[in-house]
């Protein structure tokens, strides 16, 4: 199992649509972490919209897929998804 590192950019124009929705992204991304396939995520602070993941996947599309069903990306929040496999050679996930 690999580790992925995930962006997503979210419209900025539906800032206030997400904020109904946000309760069940963060309870489905907390189960994500409880089944121990999502590491870490958050949004950024400041500068454009968007969020960070760190997801244990197979591979790239495989990262993906375990995004798939977050609500912000079904109801069509996020522009875009980034993924990069990530290799942590220092630290706590090293």
Known sequence: MAIFAVEYVYDPAR???MDA?????????????????LIAS?????GRPGAFFLVRAESEEGAL???AEDPFFL???VLSRTVRQWNPVTGNLA
């Open 75 to 77: 109801d069509g929040f």
């Open 21 to 37: 929705v946000r309760p069940a992204h963060r309870a489905h991304t907390a189960g994500l972490n409880e089944q121990g396939a």
């Open 15 to 17: 800032s206030t649509e």
């Open 65 to 67: 897929d375990v995004l």
């Open 42 to 46: 958050g949004p950024w602070v400041g």
